[in-house]
């Protein structure tokens, strides 16, 4: 098939049909088929064993949706209030890198299906497209929310530069990842010899082209970075910190203590610690840990609209998604994109509606009970 170069693959150039898409795990096996197998293992896969990768999904089972009757609504409000400002609903696009390893238009197509129907996007550091050039596909701040992701290498200063940049640029809140002291162990990266261009990093150096430096399969961070660090880098901008990646309920406690203003509950979609706990089990704990303090989002294996009410019921005030938007991506841009989103805010809608509730906000504890039947 006739393609085009997307980040250093082939990627083919016309897109997919939609109409056999109806729910978020269609679009896997027509990725894979599109996509360069290195770029394809690089997104599907997780670390070691992959159990975490496995359960992550799994786990949002364990909780049963309790409905209520004769209290719901035809159209129930999506919309979620997040640091401050609104998304249209409470689900949105998580940080990953290289997005221009399944479309060649990458960050840019992905921030401007996201951003145009009020869905946050959050942009890696290692991205393909640089932090103005996603900025300006994102459009005004009027639509959706656009955070900036931020991976601390080894130079504080230099992250310190990224995060002024994406301030300047119009980004309105950091989400600091403290997951990746290291990269994780990912044996199909390793097996495929994945190479990524180090010019991948959103801080590309002017007149630095792809393939001009060295090649590593891993993006380093700072295995050093401590709690006084992220009170640091809360003080560096004016933007709200969030925190992502964290799993215990004292880590919930200390982000609070250093500055943040919200904790995303993750194992990084399982791509770090293989057999860590997952974000399904660990949410309610760190809910009550934050005791209100900080905003809680949570990700990892949400696939569907009824998941999202569980996250939403055990307290978290919104959700992300990695794996399915880049497979939309890569199935049909933008276009794919936005498939995605619409297929999963019908669900969700459905879903509130069937449960009882008029709104999002409305979803509580109360609306779950424990899975007898795994
Ligand atoms: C291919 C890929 C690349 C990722 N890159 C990043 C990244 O650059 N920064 C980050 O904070 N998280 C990154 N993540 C983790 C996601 O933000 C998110 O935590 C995870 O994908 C959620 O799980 P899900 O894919 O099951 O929805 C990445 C995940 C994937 C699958």
Do not use: C
């Given at each position: 098939?006739?393609?085009?170069?997307?980040?250093?693959?082939?990627?083919?150039?016309?897109?997919?049909?939609?109409?056999?898409?109806?729910?978020?795990?269609?679009?896997?096996?027509?990725?894979?088929?599109?996509?360069?197998?290195?770029?394809?293992?690089?997104?599907?896969?997780?670390?070691?064993?992959?159990?975490?990768?496995h359960?992550?999904?799994?786990?949002?089972?364990a909780w049963?949706?309790?409905?209520?009757?004769?209290?719901?609504?035809?159209?129930?409000?999506?919309?979620?209030?997040?640091?401050?400002?609104?998304?249209?609903?409470?689900?949105?696009?998580?940080?990953?890198?290289?997005?221009?390893?399944?479309?060649?238009?990458?960050?840019l197509?992905?921030?401007?299906?996201?951003?145009?129907?009020?869905?946050?996007?959050?942009?890696?550091?290692a991205?393909?497209?640089?932090?103005?050039e996603?900025?300006?596909?994102?459009?005004?701040?009027?639509?959706?929310?656009?955070?900036?992701?931020?991976?601390?290498e080894?130079?504080?200063?230099?992250?310190?530069?990224?995060?002024?940049r994406?301030?300047?640029?119009?980004?309105?809140?950091?989400?600091?990842?403290?997951?990746?002291?290291?990269?994780?162990?990912r044996?199909?990266d390793i097996?495929?010899?994945?190479?990524?261009?180090?010019?991948?990093?959103?801080?590309?150096?002017?007149?630095?082209?792809?393939?001009?430096?060295?090649?590593t399969?891993?993006?380093?961070?700072?295995?050093?970075?401590?709690?006084?660090?992220?009170?640091?880098?809360?003080?560096?901008?004016?933007?709200?910190?969030?925190?992502?990646?964290?799993?215990?309920?004292?880590?919930?406690?200390?982000?609070?203590?250093?500055?943040?203003?919200?904790?995303?509950?993750?194992?990084?979609?399982?791509?770090?610690?293989?057999?860590?706990?997952?974000?399904?089990?660990?949410?309610?704990?760190?809910?009550?840990?934050?005791?209100?303090?900080?905003?809680?989002?949570?990700?990892?294996?949400?696939?569907?609209?009824?998941?999202?009410?569980?996250?939403?019921?055990?307290?978290?005030r919104?959700?992300?998604?990695?794996?399915?938007?880049?497979?939309a991506?890569?199935?049909?841009?933008?276009?794919?994109?936005?498939h995605?989103?619409?297929?999963?805010?019908?669900?969700?809608?459905?879903?509130?509606?069937?449960?009882?509730?008029?709104?999002?906000?409305?979803?509580?504890?109360?609306h779950l009970?424990?899975?007898?039947?795994?």
């Open positions: 098939m006739a393609g085009a170069r997307g980040f250093g693959f082939q990627v083919p150039a016309k897109p997919a049909p939609l109409d056999g898409v109806v729910n978020l795990d269609d679009f896997e096996p027509i990725a894979r088929e599109r996509l360069d197998p290195r770029a394809y293992g690089y997104y599907a896969s997780g670390a070691g064993a992959e159990r975490s990768l359960d992550n999904v799994a786990s949002w089972s049963r949706l309790l409905p209520r009757v004769l209290s719901g609504s035809r159209a129930p409000e999506t919309s979620v209030r997040l640091l401050g400002g609104s998304a249209a609903l409470p689900f949105g696009v998580a940080p990953a890198a290289l997005q221009g390893m399944a479309h060649p238009d990458g960050e197509a992905m921030a401007r299906a996201a951003t145009g129907h009020g869905v946050p996007y959050v942009l890696s550091t991205s393909t497209r640089t932090i103005e996603v900025a300006a596909a994102a459009g005004s701040e009027a639509a959706g929310p656009r955070w900036f992701q931020l991976y601390v080894h130079d504080l200063g230099f992250a310190r530069e990224l995060v002024l994406a301030e300047a640029a119009g980004f309105t809140a950091v989400v600091l990842t403290v997951d990746l002291p290291v990269a994780g162990y044996e199909r097996r495929n010899r994945l190479a990524i261009p180090m010019s991948v990093q959103a801080h590309l150096p002017a007149g630095l082209a792809e393939g001009e430096t060295e090649f399969t891993y993006i380093d961070t700072k295995p050093e970075l401590r709690w006084a660090d992220v009170e640091a880098i809360a003080g560096w901008s004016s933007l709200p910190l969030v925190v992502k990646g964290i799993l215990a309920p004292r880590d919930v406690e200390r982000a609070a203590d250093h500055g943040a203003a919200a904790v995303w509950v993750s194992n990084h979609g399982g791509r770090q610690l293989d057999g860590s706990v997952t974000a399904a089990e660990m949410l309610a704990e760190a809910v009550d840990a934050a005791a209100g303090r900080v905003e809680i989002y949570a990700d990892g294996g949400i696939r569907r609209g009824s998941d999202i009410l569980v996250a939403l019921a055990l307290g978290a919104a959700v992300f998604i990695g794996r399915p938007f880049l497979y991506l890569a199935t049909a841009g933008e276009a794919g994109v936005e995605a989103i619409a297929i999963l805010g019908d669900e969700l809608r459905r879903s509130l509606s069937i449960l009882g509730a008029t709104a999002v906000t409305d979803v509580r504890r109360e009970r424990p899975a007898i039947v795994p």
